[in-house]
């Protein structure tokens, strides 16, 4: 597949029980045959597999875990043994350290130490995480897309039927957003031009946080109206053919125009930081040296504005 799914009436079902297991999933993790679906999936002919499978395994172990979550089936990511697997490998690699400045990390690390089903949703947040921060923002819209926006996986499983929904989809992608937030506000304080690297970070999750979301089903059209629309929002159609509440409609929209503001935002205090236009009173001193220099330029530039004008 290639770039992130649009359907703006895409609507990802509330949790459900399940009408039947998902296959069970063993505890060797991928396995050969995973792989060379997986390379498949990148558009990769049978033929050329081998080799592609080959130099997988030459890189770097931390390269190496990256492939491999590249190329892992979506669905995988929601069978608690598998993901367990996944996760283990890409922790062991230093794939999760510092990854993003986009996951509840304290949090999200706290819930992966414990025992219980929120350790294994923390675990699908932190692969979430690595993605977005190493380029791979699409990993979350198949995710959407495949498994949340099907009624085919289900499972009686309480933890694996929070982790096909939506939900937790849309949990993720808020907790990512106030993370992302502080991240810019911290960098726009310091006002510095190595800031900027900080604020391109945090623009490529507010980008990746936009398209997941619209995955869900914000209207990306509807920039600007989110207030009206959280007033006016009633009950859709989702995927399964059940419907979402306004709640959680609204919830998705206020959240896509916040990141798409934000991305914007991000974009222009980059270019900014880097022209040097807005550093600290003590890194630069104004450009024109004061006001009556400033306008004194500005005197020039409409006179020679003017001379053009005339000549042409």
């Not at 219980?116 to 897309?145: E, I, R, T, W």
Request: charged share 20%.
């Amino acid at each position: 597949t290639s770039g992130p799914p649009r359907s703006s009436d895409r609507l990802v079902r509330v949790a459900k029980g399940g009408a039947r297991a998902l296959d069970p999933a063993p505890g060797s993790g991928t396995g050969a045959p995973e792989a060379e679906a997986g390379i498949r999936k990148l558009g990769i002919s049978s033929s050329r597999a081998p080799l592609a499978m080959a130099f997988r395994n030459a890189l770097p172990p931390r390269e190496q875990a990256l492939a491999e979550l590249a190329m892992c089936d979506p669905a995988d990511l929601s069978k608690v043994q598998k993901l367990r697997v996944i996760h283990s490998r890409c922790a062991q690699a230093g794939v999760l350290t510092g990854a993003s400045v986009s996951s509840a990390s304290a949090t999200a690390h706290a819930a992966s130490a414990a025992g219980d089903g929120a350790s294994d949703v923390a675990k699908l947040h932190q692969l979430f995480d690595a993605a977005v921060a190493n380029g791979m923002p699409q990993l979350v819209c198949h995710y959407v897309d495949e498994v949340c926006g099907h009624d085919d996986f289900s499972s009686p499983d309480g933890v694996e039927a929070y982790l096909q929904d939506g939900e937790m989809v849309a949990e993720w992608a808020a907790s990512s957003l106030r993370s992302a937030e502080r991240a810019l506000d911290q960098a726009a304080a310091l006002r510095t031009q190595g800031a900027a690297d900080e604020v391109d970070r945090a623009g490529a999750v507010f980008e990746a946080l936009r398209d997941v979301l619209v995955a869900l089903g914000a209207d990306p059209a509807a920039g600007g109206d989110s207030a009206e629309a959280a007033e006016t929002a009633t009950a859709q159609p989702s995927a399964d053919g059940g419907a979402t509440s306004p709640g959680f409609q609204r919830r998705l929209q206020l959240a896509h125009d916040d990141a798409a503001r934000r991305m914007q935002h991000a974009a222009a205090l980059s270019w900014a930081l880097r022209e040097g236009l807005v550093a600290g009173a003590a890194a630069s001193q104004d450009r024109y040296g004061g006001p009556a220099q400033w306008a004194s330029e500005m005197t020039v530039r409409r006179a020679a504005a003017a001379a053009a004008a005339a000549a042409a």
